[in-house]
């Protein structure tokens, strides 16, 4: 035997060891983002009704809406006034906001400000800036934001203003002047404002063609997105968002809002769903949305909808949907803070809906004013909505019934804007009506994020309910989840998931800290679960109790290491907690806390053994 056979017998013997003891490793991603590991960069797909990678893991997409910028003109229609700001913005949210997606507003209005001629400078600009997020290991997903239709039916010195529509399609309509009467809210105008309903009406029924354009357009957008993007960028585009919160304006004598959906709204949606093909997404998701108000908690404002007669929509899309506590803003049907499991029957009626159609669901906007007279609720309304896409059960009975939790949502919060109350935008053109407060939209204060004197983005709500410990990747399918993020009520501490007394040494070891738990059935342990580590959870005060090890300050990623610590790809400074296991079809649960500094082996061993026989008694 020569001396090379002989080396490469030798290395042929090293390697198959090797993966014998990690389990096979699927070829390496393209290794362009920064702290990427080999199962980071695939594309996502929808299977079985949850979004997945190249692995097959189960992703939970967590993040923002970039940004109500795109509505203003200040920018040009673009969340951001550079690239520059862009990547800063991007960092940040990976790095204090917790996010791993956003939810990309675009502008039709300026994507085509001429009829059937594209704006390849707007284009261009908002291909860099995707970049941004998408180079900072991001994931992207576009939408053609519309309110109101168009600000082009609006006059100057209205009170309200839209965005959607360019110039030119308004001008197409005779349309009455824009009036909604007593509308303290602006969604009012949605249905009380004839020049917006009569718009609106218009475009569903492709009055003038302008449906055809639209089309047209965001064909146009994603082929250009496509081309001008690099392969490892692209696969970070999960899918599109067609049409921000549809309504009808005005339904045809005998029409409901069922048969509205049925016979208008899905049509065109397959029709983009055509368009995205066309483009070359056919491997990307259409993220379509329902009647606007579907799910509306205000039982006038309800219609019936949630594409009920769609069928079984299936990979190509997702079920997207937004939720606004109406209750809360309206600072009169509901006085108090929201409790405890205060949205489980909202949002567990969004996966109930998402089932039904055999898909993967998101709920791509959710918030609450942070200024003005409802804003005292805003710290109690968003952790019980994020208590809800974390598990359909309440905190109190979370630990009794775990397994009842339900799929983890995804969701994007509205917003993340860094030029909050920094604005300065002339309100329908109009120069005498120059705003600079808040979002400088309609009179909304959403945004998570402002910039500081010093030009550096902070947050604008507690960092403890923002940057949440969440399973962005499962390997195998997720049985529950629950995250006790102790998120602050101006000098309260919110507590709503206690560990039971009947775990004494777990509640001993999580103490005053924050905890979340995660219970999941393995599947091929091809790749590590992920779990998003906030910052308060510095590897040197995180501790890991897992049927798969008990450990403090969890050592560095490695193939042998079954709990470890890894950065996030992108190259942000965030971190991640990996949990690898090589079964198939074996109950796994992980308790991750920040609760006890160098608790002792012997309290580490109690607790192992209080949460192993827990997990068995509830599955």
């Known amino acids: 035997m020569s001396t090379t056979r002989a080396r490469v017998l030798v290395v042929l013997v090293v390697l198959l060891g090797f993966l014998t003891a990690a389990g096979p490793r699927p070829a390496a991603a393209d290794p362009t983002l920064p702290d990427s590991l080999w199962f980071d960069g695939t594309a996502l797909t929808v299977r079985d009704g949850r979004f997945v990678d190249g692995h097959g893991r189960e992703v939970v997409l967590r993040g923002y809406n970039v940004s109500g910028e795109t509505k203003l003109a200040e920018n040009g229609g673009l969340p951001f006034a550079s690239v520059a700001d862009a990547r800063r913005s991007a960092a940040a949210l990976r790095a204090l906001g917790g996010g791993n997606s956003v939810r990309f507003l675009l502008s039709w209005a300026y994507a085509e400000p001429v009829r059937g001629q594209v704006d390849t400078a707007y284009l261009s600009a908002a291909t860099a800036q995707i970049g941004a997020f998408l180079d900072a290991g991001i994931r992207v997903y576009p939408d053609f934001h519309q309110d109101l239709y168009s600000r082009w039916l609006f006059d100057a010195d209205s009170w309200y203003t839209g965005d959607g529509a360019p110039k030119w399609a308004v001008e197409l309509g005779d349309y009455p002047d824009e009036f909604c009467g007593i509308c303290p809210f602006w969604g009012q105008n949605i249905t009380s404002n004839a020049a917006v309903t009569e718009a609106s009406y218009d475009f569903w029924h492709n009055a003038y063609g302008v449906q055809d354009s639209f089309l047209d357009t965001a064909q146009k957008t994603m082929a250009y997105f496509k081309q001008h993007l ?14 921000n919160e549809p309504h009808a304006g005005v339904y045809d004598s005998g029409q409901t809002s069922r048969t509205w959906e049925r016979d208008v709204l899905w049509p065109f949606y397959e029709r983009f769903r055509a368009r995205m093909d066309a483009a070359g997404w056919q491997d990307k998701t259409a993220f379509v949305e329902p009647n606007l108000f579907w799910n509306a908690n205000l039982d006038f404002q309800r219609q019936e909808g949630g594409l009920l007669d769609a069928g079984r929509l299936g990979p190509r899309y997702v079920f997207n949907t937004h939720f606004y506590d109406q209750k809360a803003i309206s600072g009169i049907f509901m006085w108090g803070k929201a409790q405890d499991g205060q949205y489980a029957g909202d949002f567990g009626t969004v996966r109930d809906r998402a089932a039904a159609t055999g898909t993967a669901a998101i709920v791509s906007e959710f918030g609450h004013p942070l200024s003005g007279t409802v804003s005292d609720k805003a710290p109690t309304v ?24 339900g799929p983890v949502l995804s969701g994007s919060q509205w917003q993340w804007d860094i030029y909050h109350g920094r604005h300065h935008e002339l309100m329908n053109g109009n120069p005498d009506k120059v705003l600079t407060g808040g979002d400088a939209w309609n009179g909304e204060d959403l945004s998570a994020v402002r910039l500081d004197d010093s030009g550096t983005p902070v947050l604008r709500q507690d960092a403890r309910l923002l940057d949440r410990l969440y399973p962005s990747a499962t390997s195998g399918t997720t049985v529950a989840f629950t995250y006790e993020d102790r998120s602050r009520d101006g000098s309260t501490t919110l507590t709503w998931n206690p560990v039971p007394s009947s775990l004494p040494n777990v509640a001993r070891l999580v103490g005053t800290g924050q905890y ?26 995180t501790t890991v109790v897992s049927d798969l090890g008990a450990v403090h300050a969890p050592p560095a990623y490695g193939d042998a290491t079954p709990i470890a610590v890894a950065p996030e790809p992108g190259g942000t400074g965030s971190r991640r907690l990996l949990l690898g296991d090589t079964d198939s079809g074996t109950l796994h649960y992980a308790l991750v806390t920040n609760g006890t500094a160098n608790p002792s082996a012997a309290l580490l061993a109690a607790a192992r053994g209080e949460l192993t026989a827990w997990a068995a008694a509830v599955r």
């Open 230 to 243: 690099t392969d490892t960028q692209f696969a970070g585009v999960v899918g599109f968002d067609p049409y």
């Open 382 to 405: 968003l952790k019980a909505m994020y208590q809800a896409l974390d598990s359909r059960v309440k905190g109190a009975s979370w630990w009794s019934d775990p397994t009842s939790s």
């Open 516 to 541: 979340g738990l995660l219970l999941w059935e393995s599947g091929s342990g091809s790749a590590p679960t992920e779990l998003h580590l906030p910052a308060t959870f510095p590897a040197g005060a």
